[in-house]
């Protein structure tokens, strides 16, 4: 009898550890769903199925949104700034249509452009956990003073090629927990933030300037310097996936992104809303890019460029917000 009670004990035992492990999966298969990051799930994949490797992706610790493709041997490697991750791939099929000698010899990077910079003076190396690879770039994409610095700096070849602009808006949860309705309600102290790094991502040079417009360098000063100091604002190291992700999780209850950022998490369905900012606080960015120096395939970045304002191209970007560049904007 005792031998019996032993062997169900563990049994029991085992059974109770089997289903806490069930649950322990479920619940991380639903928090990854919700957060790591919730566009990764299949509306956002970016390559062919039959062109996919063994599929070892777990969000909480393997995790590359921001790389696309192989780095193998590709015909043509793109470097975008990253404002616009969730258009790529579009952008990418739109062009292997009119271009079907590159599909799936495509590959391209979405972080941040000043970390982009860093990856072409290393060589084009990068290393992600415990994964190095080199991949170096033909086109680099940035907003359009940057590229013009880097041509005059020499690591990238003229012309400057701008394309399309965008501007700012406040992304919040749904609900505006915080009930914020301008640019100077984000240097309240009681309203937690989740900001772009300055240091690293052209946005928060950005969101300075129009932060100045509405309230000051008092204001700026809050934000990014107070706040900060206090933990009231969290700095990101990559913002366009950060910040909705910050405010989902309950960490932030607003952040600035780019306006085009705020209209995709609401046409993905998330959680998400945004505040206007007027057009006399607002900031307005130029995006352009430029055959990067010593580009392995000169001809097929060439083709990108002429591609990046066709009518093809334009179309994906004006369903995010974005509008074509037209000439000097202020």
Do not use: C
């Not at 982009?116 to 415990?130: D, M």
């Not at 000051?216 to 009231?232: I, R």
């Not at 591609?307 to 509008?323: N, V």
């Amino acid at each position: 009898m005792k031998s019996f009670s032993r062997a169900a004990f563990f049994a029991a035992a085992a059974l109770l550890v089997v289903g806490a492990s069930f649950g322990a999966r479920a619940e991380g298969a639903k928090l990854r769903s919700n957060f790591a990051p919730p566009w990764q799930g299949g509306a956002n994949d970016d390559v062919d199925p039959a062109q996919r490797g063994l599929d070892f992706t777990e969000p909480d610790a393997d995790n590359l949104a921001d790389f696309h493709g192989s780095p193998q041997d590709p015909k043509l490697t793109l470097f975008f700034g990253g404002n616009y991750y969730f258009a790529t791939a579009e952008l990418v099929a739109a062009f292997e249509k009119l271009h079907p000698e590159y599909k799936g010899r495509i590959y391209w990077e979405t972080i941040p452009p000043g970390l982009l910079v860093e990856q072409i003076k290393a060589g084009g190396a990068i290393t992600v956990g415990n994964m190095t690879w080199t991949a170096k770039a033909d086109v680099y994409f940035a907003g359009l003073k940057k590229i013009n610095q880097y041509i005059g700096e020499g690591m990238l070849e003229a012309p400057a090629l701008p394309y399309v602009t965008n501007t700012l808006t406040i992304m919040v949860p749904k609900d505006n927990p915080a009930h914020v309705t301008g640019l100077k309600d984000l240097g309240k102290p009681d309203v937690k933030l989740v900001m772009p790094n300055p240091a690293f991502e052209g946005i928060g040079r950005q969101i300075k300037a129009s932060l100045a417009k509405a309230g000051g360098e008092d204001l700026v000063k809050a934000v990014y310097e107070t706040k900060v100091a206090d933990g009231a604002t969290i700095m990101t190291h990559i913002h366009h996936r950060q910040s909705p992700l910050y405010l989902m999780q309950g960490r932030a209850q607003a952040g600035v992104t780019w306006q085009s950022e705020a209209i995709f998490q609401e046409k993905a369905g998330h959680p998400i809303s945004h505040v206007d900012i007027p057009d006399d606080q607002n900031t307005t960015a130029i995006y352009a890019g430029a055959v990067v120096k010593g580009a392995p395939h000169p001809q097929a970045a060439k083709q990108w460029l002429d591609f990046i304002k066709s009518p093809e191209s334009l179309a994906i970007f004006e369903k995010y917000g974005f509008k074509p560049y037209a000439g000097d904007t202020k």
